[in-house]
């Protein structure tokens, strides 16, 4: 199983980024898919998933209509679109893929996402 994750680097407040994951070693589009970041010194936290094949997203109230998730179920990617980025989005991203029954969980190792003032 992998999960790599490109598109990080560094953005100018108000500047926008596209993450993408690329997946392989599992059916994909029976998995839910998740982008979390996890910030310096402070906890992971979830940013946004797909569930039911990218048929229903949720988004963590600080970065609902700024940023979009979606998934190409063919290509077995998923991407974050992140629009009006904040210093606050400073993180490292990281892609998360669950079974809907929470028996199997896959990383990515991460990418940086960096947002100056």
């Known amino acids: 199983v992998q999960l790599v994750e490109s598109g990080g680097g560094l953005v100018q407040a108000g500047g926008s980024l596209r993450l993408s994951c690329a997946a392989s070693?599992?059916?994909?589009?029976?998995?839910?898919m998740r982008w979390h970041r996890q910030a310096p010194g402070k906890t992971r936290e979830l940013v946004a998933a797909s569930f039911d094949g990218g048929v229903r997203t949720n988004y963590a109230a600080s970065v609902k209509g700024r940023f979009t998730i979606s998934r190409d179920n063919v290509q077995n990617t998923v991407s974050l679109q992140m629009n009006s980025l904040k210093p606050e989005d400073t993180a490292v991203y990281y892609c998360n893929a669950r079974d809907p029954y929470g028996d199997m969980d896959y990383w990515g190792k991460g990418t940086l996402v960096t947002v100056s003032s």
């Open positions: 070693g599992f059916t994909f589009n029976r998995y839910d």
